[in-house]
């Protein structure tokens, strides 16, 4: 998979709260959303600007690895990892951040127990349940681990 | 536009809840789990996706909302 694509399948469910802040457009989201489930490669710097806030740690994260931050595994140790361990610890602006939203925020390795048209229930951190939109991942069956995000399920694995 | 902070559910038809944002109101599908009216939810892609803890709320929008 394309470095790009693969970014944008794990940041798209963050372009509402970019939404929301009136960093985007509906526009923007609309595209984004076209971009994702078309598998699109965006152009890297658009990426870059529209989602800073991920960048700023995942350049940070690539300079202790000594890769670029665009190295498909850097992306991949930051959004299963990572970005994790930044929340647990509450760093940059998730020392505020309430459990429901550092709950949300976090990619979880989740398990798909039910398909109702275009929603997945899935079960993750033991038994907790989430439905999130199966969009991102239309080939799923029940039994599938899937990582979720916000209100997605971003890839199989 | 009022899509990641928390809304109030203030009505609930079938498995159509509609939801208060202050400034608008969005409908969001439930799909998993019970909910009341009263409770504050978290919509995305037009499904509730999870409850937000009434004191958490706060937290929610002041985190959202900062630049």
Redesign the interface.
Same mark, same amino acid.
Do not use: R, T
């Given at each position: 998979m394309k470095e790009e694509v693969f970014f944008l399948k794990y940041a798209f469910p963050c372009s509402f709260i970019l939404l929301d802040r009136k960093e985007i457009t509906k526009e923007e989201l609309d595209k984004l959303e076209k971009a994702v489930v078309n598998e699109e490669v965006l152009d890297r710097e658009y990426l870059e600007k529209i989602y800073f806030r991920a960048f700023q740690k995942i350049e940070k994260f690539a300079n202790e690895l000594k890769k670029d931050k665009w190295d498909l595994e850097v992306l991949k140790k930051y959004f299963i990892e990572e970005h994790n361990c930044i929340i647990n610890e509450g760093k940059y602006a998730y020392a505020k951040a309430p459990e429901s939203l550092k709950n949300l925020c976090k990619v979880h390795k989740a398990k798909v127990l039910e398909i109702k048209d275009e929603v997945l229930i899935v079960e993750y951190d033991g038994n907790k349940k989430r439905p999130v939109m199966k969009l991102l991942v239309p080939g799923v069956v029940v039994n599938d681990i899937v990582t979720i995000h916000y209100g997605y399920a971003i890839e199989k694995l | 536009?009022? #899509?990641?902070?928390p809304g109030r559910i203030i009505e609930i038809n079938g498995d159509i809840a509609k939801i208060d944002y202050g400034s608008e109101r969005r409908e969001g599908k439930i799909? /998993?789990?019970k909910y009341s009216i009263g409770e504050f939810v &978290?919509? $995305?892609?037009r499904? &509730? &996706? /999870? *409850?937000?803890?009434e004191e $958490?709320v706060k937290?929610?929008i /002041? #985190? &959202? $909302? /900062? *630049?």
């Open positions: - | 536009m009022c #899509l990641a902070i799909v /998993e789990g &978290i919509v $995305q892609g499904i &509730i &996706i /999870e *409850k937000v803890p $958490q937290g929610w /002041e #985190l &959202i $909302q /900062e *630049k």
